[in-house]
């Protein structure tokens, strides 16, 4: 059974850090896409980050572009998203993901709240 679970979130002041943690299990996930969406109150989940699995590449939104780093450790099959410079609108609940195709549709996580306060 595959599973993506996340850790990290929690509650910060405008400008801080925080580290997200997706732990991956149930398959292998070469070939595969990993990334990171979120959903603020109210409104649409959003892509933040991809990365790939096997080679690394990576990708952002332009609204985390210089403050999010996507990262991935594959011995310990758990991907990660440094969160830097956080703001009032980062305030979301985080999911991480993963696909083999140019649909996010195979795996969810059950997400992690971030609230970052003013």
């Known amino acids: 059974q595959v599973q993506l679970v996340e850790s990290g979130g929690g509650l910060v002041q405008a400008g801080g850090s925080l580290r997200l943690s997706c732990a991956a299990s149930?398959?292998?996930?070469?070939?595969?896409?990993l990334g990171w969406f979120r959903q603020a109150p109210g409104k649409q989940r959003e892509f933040v980050a991809q990365?790939?699995?096997?080679?690394?590449?990576?990708y952002y939104a332009d609204f985390v572009k210089g403050r999010f780093t996507i990262s991935r450790d594959n011995a310990k099959n758990t991907m990660y998203l440094q969160m830097n410079s956080l703001k009032p609108e980062d305030t979301a609940v985080y999911y991480c993901?993963?696909?083999?195709?140019?649909?996010?549709?195979?795996?969810w996580g059950q997400g992690t709240q971030v609230t970052v306060s003013s």
């Open positions: 993901a993963a696909t083999k195709t140019s649909v996010w549709n195979d795996y």
């Open positions: 149930g398959r292998t996930f070469s070939g595969y896409r």
């Open positions: 990365i790939s699995w096997s080679v690394g590449n990576t």
